[in-house]
């Protein structure tokens, strides 16, 4: 079982930057692909990022790609979404994902999910 606890999250002009950080509980956090995904209203969820249990291989969704980076520190059990060049439409609610497979873009691949954490980014 693995808790995930988002934060970071925040009210930013556009072109600002926020980081987001997940922090999960349990000893086998290193084992888990996580994710980012993002959901404005009255749209559906959808992929931002995802990085390998080790950390060595990232993607990230076409909207983002330049702008966020995902990062993840296993002593921490923490992964991480620096987001920089902020623009309104990034407004959403973040959600981290955990996954037991390998990093996908596929939300039905994550097995844990965080409540999420609010980014509105202002004009």
């Known amino acids: 079982q693995v808790q995930l606890v988002e934060s970071g999250g925040g009210l930013v002009q556009a072109g600002g930057s926020l980081r987001l950080s997940c922090a999960a509980s349990?000893?086998?956090?290193?084992?888990?692909?996580m994710a980012w995904f993002r959901q404005a209203p009255r749209k559906e969820r959808e992929f931002v990022a995802a990085i390998s249990w080790s950390g060595d291989r990232t993607y990230s969704a076409d909207s983002v790609k330049g702008r966020f980076t995902i990062s993840r520190d296993n002593a921490k059990n923490t992964v991480y979404l620096q987001m920089n060049s902020l623009k309104p439409e990034d407004t959403a609610l973040y959600y981290c994902a955990a996954s037991r497979y390998e990093a996908s873009a596929t939300a039905r691949q994550y097995d844990y999910w965080g409540q999420g954490t609010q980014v509105t980014v202002s004009s």
């Open positions: 349990g000893r086998t956090f290193s084992r888990y692909a």
